[in-house]
């Protein structure tokens, strides 16, 4: 099964969650009620993580680009910054900071490709690597 494909382009916070969660749509359809809340919650929450980190750390979302195949959304964000991401160093005086921990732990797979003109996240959330409801 093969999904329309959001254009490739800057988008806030709010419109990537949205487009996400259309393109998860067909596919949450077929899946059991509780493994279909968590792919939505999970990619909601990587896709906002991922263009949050852009903005507050890479000079701003350069592109942006979803799609689903089969059972498999990837969601890539780049932007302008060429320092790959980092997780940063736990401060109780510091609010934030598990951005990039979390991306990392909810994505199947996490590939960072730096450019001259900036970085490009891919990330992959797998629904048959979910665990079982």
């Known amino acids: 099964m093969?999904?329309?494909?959001?254009?490739?382009?800057?988008?806030?916070c709010p419109e990537a969650r949205n487009r996400?969660?259309?393109?998860?749509q067909p596919l949450c359809e077929k899946l059991p009620a509780r493994r279909a809340d968590q792919l939505r919650q999970d990619a909601c929450l990587v896709t906002s993580e991922l263009?949050?980190?852009?903005m507050l750390h890479g000079g701003g979302v350069s592109d942006f680009d979803a799609h689903v195949?089969?059972?498999?959304l990837t969601?890539?964000?780049?932007?302008?910054s060429t320092a790959p991401p980092?997780?940063?160093p736990r401060?109780?005086?510091?609010?934030?900071?598990?951005?990039?921990?979390i991306v990392r732990h909810l994505?199947?797979?996490?590939?960072?490709?730096?450019?001259?003109?900036?970085?490009?996240?891919?990330?992959t959330l797998d629904a048959a690597r979910l665990p079982a409801p």
């Open 69 to 72: 195949d089969d059972q498999v």
């Open 86 to 88: 980092r997780r940063l």
């Open 51 to 54: 263009i949050t980190n852009a």
């Open 107 to 123: 994505s199947s797979h996490v590939d960072v490709a730096l450019g001259d003109e900036g970085k490009t996240v891919t990330v």
């Open 75 to 80: 969601v890539r964000v780049s932007d302008h």
């Open 91 to 101: 401060a109780p005086e510091r609010a934030g900071g598990f951005g990039w921990s």
């Open 20 to 24: 996400v969660r259309s393109m998860l």
């Open 2 to 12: 093969s999904a329309p494909t959001a254009q490739a382009e800057r988008v806030t």
